[in-house]
């Protein structure tokens, strides 16, 4: 790499740090010319979004087992003596939880959903949600007798959130971490004037859309997030006096501040193009979400995630105007890190996890005038998944977990990957109930990729571990 490349690279890393301020610092810093441009009709626009569960989602009480011998192991590890049981009500109980029908039946067995999740069920029932079973970091395939002897290599420390937050986004276990498998895929496709807005963030800063060429922009709940004062007075000084934007954008010699003028000047024009493309929230626009209730207070409020997931159906709407036929989008719901007070805290975050989601579906049905449902996937990721065991009132860290993609696309109402064994002691328990994967982030990311668009050459560099494993598509795309 030379070494104009390395301070470039240097600079916007650097400058992305800021995003605190009221600069959005996360453009592109390189020609997009080098970008593979994928060859797409005009009608071929296609958009993937991960859902980040930050904490560590509990997958035992979000998808269930409920076949007798299955439930009896779960009630008997998950009740406790003391008040902060953890074991969900059971089918037909009130609040108990909900029965799903996967089109593949797995033998013997039966599922269900956390009681919080009504909206997720319509939408696995109606064929437009999946399940993918005991997902997590690898970098190769591992049994639990491999695992316990060190046999095979894996990633680096395991159950620690920021690691493992890391290994999730960036897909390199044991690698470098300067880049998430969303911004190299965004490398790939990125080309054009919009392509500034290939990657987009609505929850700040994050390693997953960090590609080599492309940087993502950010963007906040209510839109492009603009420089004050730049049109407006300054310290007693009239606007059309306003020295501001003058001093940003002035041209220099030194390198640094070159490359800030230059940065800054791309970012006021990037702010003004999306915002005058942005499709408008509310009435006569992208339709804002109903409150959500919460399950626990039975009191209505606003849903942060669905009015993330609100910005993002805004963005794709102006896919058009902005030139772009491929987008990668990343939104958060923190929360997740349930070692007190789980079977509340949890009840709440599915809550909304479902409402959002549901919401994004709706819009997305009717998008200005077009059903783009087909177009665009939701995927989950969390930093790891947790342990069967019960601390008390909450569960530890874990490894592997069950995750949700929706959308038209997806090959919906089924369970994909074998559903572990429920209980103790078993081939995949590495201590306390927490699952030894069975499917890769690699195999994860590389299914959704290859609808994305991508060529098994390109899944080769974004994915370096995809080749470790036998199967690339785990089949859960059309």
Known sequence: ???????????????????????????????????????????????????????????????????????????????????????????GAAGGVLPISPATAQAGRSFALHPSMLPMKHLFDSGRAAVIANVGTLVRPATLAQYKAGAVPLPPRLFSHNDQQTQ????QPGGGIDFGWGGRMADMIAAGAGSAFTAVSTSGNTLFLSGQEVRQYQISGTGPIAIRRLSDTLFGAPAAANPLRQIITAAASEPLQKEHAAVTSRAIDAQAKLSGALAPAGAGGVADPVLYLNPNTGVAAVNPLAMQLQTVARVIAAHGALGLKRQVFYVSLGGFDTHDFQRANQADLLAKLSHAVAYFDTVLASLQG?????????????????????????????????????GGAVK???????????????????????????????????????????????????????????????????
């Not at 989950?380 to 069950?402: I, Q």
């Not at 609808?451 to 080749?467: E, H, R, Y």
């Open 1 to 91: 790499m030379s070494l104009h490349k390395t301070r470039r690279q240097f600079v916007g890393q650097m400058l992305a740090l800021a995003g605190g301020s009221s600069l959005p610092f996360t453009l592109n810093l390189a020609a997009m010319g080098s970008a593979a441009a994928q060859s797409t009709g005009a009608g071929d626009y296609k958009a993937l979004v991960c859902l980040f569960l930050n904490g560590g989602n509990d997958h035992f009480n979000t998808v269930l087992a409920t076949d007798s011998e299955s439930w009896s192991a779960y009630q008997h590890i998950r009740t406790t003596t003391d008040t902060g049981s953890i074991a969900l009500p059971g089918l």
């Open 168 to 171: 999730w986004q960036s897909a």
């Open 370 to 406: 077009n059903d783009m449902r087909k177009q665009v996937t939701l995927f989950t990721a969390s930093d790891f998944g947790r342990t069967f065991t019960s601390n008390g009132d909450g569960t530890d860290h874990g490894w592997g977990s069950h995750h949700f993609v929706v």
């Open 412 to 478: 919906g109402r089924n369970i994909y990957g074998s559903m572990p064994v429920t209980g103790l002691g078993h081939e995949l328990d590495v201590g306390s109930g927490a699952l030894l994967p069975t499917t890769s982030v690699d195999q994860y990311g590389a299914t959704l990729a290859s609808w994305f668009g991508l060529s098994a050459s390109q899944m080769t560099d974004v994915f370096p571990n995809i080749g470790n494993f036998s199967t690339r598509n785990l089949g859960f795309m059309v």
